[in-house]
């Protein structure tokens, strides 16, 4: 399994996925995928890696505890406010349920 491409930001950088599965798959922090997708000049879809945490039962404060720890870790600035935003829109674009976009991320990954 690896981080997949999603997408491409307004900017041409690559949107990688898959960052949650990886790391409770093989216990790697998600610090290590945010590093790596800077490397890669890409970055991590947080929003993704949300939803397959509320399809794995995580909540959303444990999970947004660790997408602040992780991008501290990784030394990467980040604004928390826009990142909480934009995951709550994933429950308003999937009606409450965000799990299903994170169980669409594992059965594609897992295919």
Known sequence: MALLKLGLTPEGKAVLGGAFQMSDTHGLPLSVF???AQER?????????????MEAGWDDVKTFSRIEEAFRDSGTPFD???????????FMRFDGKPWEMGRKMRLWLES
Do not use: N
């Open 34 to 36: 945010i590093e790596l």
């Open 41 to 53: 000049d890409s970055v991590l879809s947080v929003p993704h890696f949300f939803a397959s945490a």
């Open 80 to 90: 928390l406010e826009r990142i909480k935003t934009g995951c709550i829109a994933l």
